[in-house]
């Protein structure tokens, strides 16, 4: 068996089976229903399920819906030390998974679908593995991601995940194992590193670019973050 990247819809009349392989399967648009394990459930966009060599499994979803699917002979240690089933994955990897979509219903290249999934792999193996998020949360999580040169606070997040903030604050902890402002510095502290490291931005756009107006305060939280100061990173 080879490490195989592919897009597949799901019949609405499950069958269960395994395979002598693991496979991954990785929504795109639409809902999988998936009893596999001790997971029997739902798996949306952004999230990934995980079936092991051997493993019986049942599928079922609508005919709209479509996933990548990953036949792979051998799983990253991330996974392999970890009981999660199902499990949040970062938005990098969701938007390679656009591209991967893309490039496959395209072309036919042999070499680049190679290279496709060894880079699907390094991204996979940076997973942290966050257990299945708490749709509510996943909201407010995609809300940073695309507003993170704004300004974020409790209120406004609580109001895009539809609830109260002290419920907020609470359920995000528990979803994700760092408060909401600890999660939003790493978030902007990590995207900073990037900026500085592969662009040449000037100091204070990249400030602005992770929510900082001002130079200083920037220079102030990564220094305090990174322990060195953003302009002896970038030497």
């Known amino acids: 068996m080879k490490n195989l990247l592919s897009i597949r819809s799901y019949s609405t009349k499950p069958t269960r089976h395994s395979h002598q392989f693991n496979q991954l399967v990785l929504p795109l648009r639409g809902v999988i229903n998936i009893s596999v394990g001790n997971f029997n459930g739902k798996v949306a966009p952004s999230e990934c399920v995980v079936v092991k060599t051997n493993e019986e499994h049942l599928f079922t979803a609508n005919t709209e819906a479509r996933f990548v699917v990953v036949d792979i002979e051998t799983l990253p240690s991330n996974i392999l030390s970890s009981n999660c089933v199902v499990f949040a994955i970062n938005s990098s990897l969701s938007r390679y998974l656009t591209f991967i979509e893309n490039q496959l219903e395209n072309k036919v290249n042999a070499q680049l679908e190679r290279a496709m999934f060894e880079m699907f792999n ?114």
């Open 122 to 235: 390094l991204l996979l193996a940076e997973e942290p593995l966050l257990p299945k998020v708490d749709n509510r949360i996943g909201t407010a999580i995609s809300f940073i991601e695309q507003n993170i040169a704004g300004k974020l606070n409790i209120k406004c997040l609580a109001e895009s995940a539809f609830l109260s903030e002290t419920q907020f604050k609470k359920l995000f902890k528990q979803q994700t194992g760092l408060t909401v402002m600890k999660f939003i510095t790493k978030a902007r502290m990590e995207k900073a590193q990037a900026l500085l490291t592969h662009t040449d931005y000037p100091l204070p756009i990249i400030g602005e670019k992770v929510g900082f107006k001002q130079p200083s305060a920037f220079s102030r939280r990564f220094s305090q973050y990174f322990g060195i100061s953003p302009n002896k990173f970038k030497k």
